[in-house]
């Protein structure tokens, strides 16, 4: 049942988004809520909920996993941090976007895979291991890469300040996801508890901010609707094609090159949302309305990034890969 409802994440979205687009007063609270014990934007609290969801899945054998395959691993993380950051940059600057938009498309961009990609390339007959891993890799490389990566690309638009967002990171990220590994190697029933609700727990969450953003935004999205579609569709449409194209020139296999297609292809779009929403960030617009725009990029990847990774999915099952995995995945959804 559980796994049931973690693959038809992209539906959940969908649907999120459409409630929060003609409802949006259900989700403001979300938008603008804080967690009361620590006063911490409830938007960051639950990023922090899926992180240390994908942490408690994760062991440390799962780490040792990288050496089996570093060649793959090494193509697939470079290619996510050349690919979408470089292509979020010449998007903002083809389309002539404003400030908050750009700034809000290159953070997103220069995010890590989401893990909903493990569900998406076990849907498409890809390499579920290779999947798994490369989310684990790029999701740590990104503490450091995210911050460095977007003050050098949207820096060209606004001054960001790299050590917020690393800070940021730390908090969200690093701090979530060894405590969860942790908690796997030492409270093995708790996991195990924990592990049997926390792919729903991180589906709902993840639904939520994005449809929060969604309902928050909803002014600013139809003042810019039809150049924000079609920006944020042209960098997951570059970073699906040509992780594939590129992977398979470095002589992947086909089942590999659907992996870092996908995972190229998918990022952690909540991750973007809560950085770009905190007021720390939102605060080096000179300008507030730039800065509510920031956030709305990233919401709207979450949407058009699962739906296009369901269409190859369904593309790539007609047609198996060569070194096809055939576990389901285990990790933690999120966008």
Same mark, same amino acid.
């Given at each position: 049942?559980?796994?049931?409802?973690?693959?038809?994440? *992209?539906?959940?979205?969908?649907? #999120?988004?459409?409630? =929060?687009? !003609?409802?949006?007063?259900?989700?403001?609270?979300?938008?603008?809520?804080?967690?009361?014990?620590?006063g911490q934007p409830l938007i960051s609290v639950m990023l922090g909920v899926i992180m240390l969801g994908m942490g408690i899945t994760l062991s440390f054998d799962d780490f040792r996993r990288?050496?089996?395959?570093?060649?793959?691993?090494?193509? +697939?993380?470079?290619?996510?941090?050349?690919?979408?950051?470089?292509?979020?940059?010449?998007?903002?600057?083809? !389309?002539?976007?404003?400030? +908050?938009?750009? @700034?809000? $498309?290159?953070?997103?961009?220069?995010?890590?895979?989401?893990?909903?990609?493990?569900?998406?390339?076990? %849907?498409?007959?890809?390499?579920?291991?290779?999947?798994?891993?490369?989310?684990?890799? &790029?999701?740590?490389?990104?503490? @450091?890469?995210?911050? $460095?990566?977007? #003050?050098?690309?949207?820096? @060209?638009?606004?001054?960001?300040?790299?050590?917020?967002?690393?800070? +940021?990171?730390?908090?969200?990220?690093?701090?979530?996801?060894?405590?969860?590994?942790?908690?796997?190697?030492?409270?093995?029933?708790?996991?195990?508890?924990?592990?049997?609700?926390?792919?729903?727990? &991180?589906?709902?969450?993840?639904? %939520?901010?994005?449809?929060?953003?969604?309902?928050?935004?909803?002014?600013?999205?139809?003042?810019?609707?039809?150049?924000?579609?079609? =920006?944020?569709?042209?960098?997951?449409? *570059?970073?699906?094609?040509?992780?594939?194209? $590129?992977?398979?020139?470095? #002589?992947?296999?086909? =089942?590999?090159?659907?992996?870092?297609?996908?995972?190229?292809?998918?990022?952690?779009?909540?991750?973007?949302?809560? %950085? *770009?929403?905190?007021?720390?960030?939102?605060?080096? !617009?000179?300008?507030? $309305?730039?800065?509510?725009?920031?956030? @709305?990029?990233?919401?709207?990847?979450?949407?058009?990034?699962?739906?296009? #990774?369901?269409?190859? *999915? &369904?593309?790539?099952?007609?047609?198996?890969?060569?070194?096809?995995?055939?576990?389901?995945?285990?990790?933690?959804?999120?966008?």
């Open positions: 049942m559980m796994d049931r409802v973690t693959r038809l994440f *992209a539906l959940w979205t969908v649907l #999120g988004v459409t409630w =929060a687009w !003609f409802m949006p007063d259900h989700f403001i609270w979300v938008a603008d809520g804080r967690f009361a014990p620590f990288v050496l089996a395959m570093p060649s793959q691993v090494l193509a +697939g993380v470079v290619l996510q941090f050349t690919i979408m950051p470089l292509a979020g940059f010449a998007v903002a600057w083809a !389309f002539g976007l404003e400030a +908050g938009l750009a @700034v809000g $498309l290159i953070l997103v961009a220069c995010c890590p895979g989401g893990t909903a990609s493990n569900v998406v390339c076990y %849907l498409a007959r890809a390499n579920v291991a290779l999947s798994v891993t490369m989310t684990m890799v &790029s999701t740590l490389v990104a503490i @450091v890469m995210t911050p $460095l990566l977007t #003050g050098w690309l949207a820096g @060209v638009f606004i001054e960001i300040d790299r050590w917020n967002l690393f800070r +940021g990171m730390m908090t969200v990220v690093l701090l979530p996801v060894i405590v969860g590994v942790l908690m796997n190697r030492y409270l093995p029933r708790v996991t195990k508890a924990a592990s049997a609700v926390s792919p729903v727990i &991180s589906v709902l969450f993840v639904v %939520l901010i994005v449809a929060a953003i969604i309902a928050r935004s909803k002014p600013l999205i139809e003042a810019h609707a039809n150049i924000l579609l079609a =920006a944020v569709f042209t960098l997951h449409a *570059a970073g699906f094609g040509l992780g594939y194209v $590129l992977s398979r020139l470095l #002589g992947l296999s086909e =089942a590999s090159a659907r992996t870092i297609s996908v995972e190229v292809g998918m990022q952690n779009s909540g991750l973007g949302a809560s %950085l *770009a929403s905190t007021p720390a960030f939102m605060r080096q !617009f000179a300008n507030p $309305l730039q800065a509510a725009l920031a956030p @709305v990029p990233a919401a709207i990847s979450a949407v058009l990034h699962v739906l296009i #990774g369901s269409f190859l *999915a &369904s593309l790539w099952s007609r047609r198996p890969g060569h070194d096809t995995a055939v576990v389901p995945p285990e990790a933690t959804v999120e966008a």
